[in-house]
């Protein structure tokens, strides 16, 4: 059973900088991809950010591009996402989830974490 738990979460003024964890179990997860997708209030889930688990390919959506940097550490079964200058619209849930293979830039994916709020003030 493949588990994702998210942390890093929660109040920051416009600007500054937070890095959500989410930390997998469950699997030997080098064949998986991982990504970091977003609900706002009202809003559509977008994709933020997608790696594949181990070979280092990594791709963004436009509006964090520059802002935000997924990682991964292997040895920890750990993804990270790295927000910098965050802007109230980056406000939202914020969800990691893992697909077995190699397509990482889509939607299809199979195991979620419960998510973990993000909150940018103006």
């Known amino acids: 059973q493949v588990q994702l738990v998210e942390s890093g979460g929660g109040l920051v003024q416009a600007g500054g900088s937070l890095r959500l964890s989410c930390a997998a179990s469950?699997?030997?997860?080098?064949?998986?991809?991982m990504a970091w997708f977003r609900q706002a209030p009202g809003k559509e889930r977008e994709i933020v950010a997608a790696?594949?688990?181990?070979?280092?390919?990594?791709q963004y959506a436009d509006f964090v591009k520059g802002r935000f940097t997924i990682s991964r550490d292997t040895a920890k079964n750990t993804v990270y996402l790295q927000m910098n200058s965050l802007e109230p619209e980056d406000t939202a849930v914020y969800h990691c989830?893992?697909?077995?293979?190699?397509?990482?830039?889509?939607?299809?994916?199979?195991?979620w974490g419960q998510g973990t709020q993000v909150t940018v003030s103006s």
């Open positions: 469950g699997r030997t997860f080098r064949r998986y991809a």
């Open positions: 989830a893992a697909r077995l293979g190699g397509t990482f830039w889509t939607y299809e994916y199979d195991y």
């Open positions: 790696t594949t688990w181990g070979g280092g390919s990594t």
